[in-house]
Nanobody
Framework: QVQLVESGGGLVQAGGSLRLSCAASGLTFSKYLMGWFRQAPGKEREFVAA????????YYTDSVKGRFTISRDNPKNTVYLQMNSLKPEDTAVYYCAASSKWTMRNMPDEYDYWGQGIQVTVSS
């Protein structure tokens, strides 16, 4: 079956950096658009970033532009989210997701598979 497994989360001070990884199995990774979402306590799940199948195109929500970078390594079946200049408002559970759609997607219901999520906590 399809599995998406996130790693790399944790506690960091404001201004610090973390790199999240998401290892995929059970699917043809290069045929899926990959995305990162996050969900803070009491809030809805929100889109963070997406990357096209070959990695040529990326798409970010405005609040992370210039601070976060999404990338992928298709031979390793892995997608990454480099997070720099972290702020307390970035604190959330972060999820990676895979979509079989062709164009960039930012809505959760447009993604077919989800990881279990990983906690990122930014202290002030």
């Amino acid at each position: 079956q399809v599995q998406l497994v996130e790693s790399g989360g944790g506690l960091v001070q404001a201004g610090g950096s973390l790199r999240l990884s998401c290892a995929a199995s059970g699917l043809t990774f290069s045929k899926y658009l990959m995305g990162w979402f996050r969900q803070a306590p009491g809030k809805e799940r929100e889109f963070v970033a997406a990357i096209s199948r070959a990695g040529r195109n990326t798409y970010y929500t405005d609040s992370v532009k210039g601070r976060f970078t999404i990338s992928r390594d298709n031979p390793k079946n892995t997608v990454y989210l480099q997070m720099n200049s972290l702020k307390p408002e970035d604190t959330a559970v972060y999820y990676c997701a895979a979509s079989s759609k062709w164009t960039m997607r930012n809505m959760p219901d447009e993604y077919d598979y989800w990881g279990q999520g990983i906690q990122v906590t930014v202290s002030s």
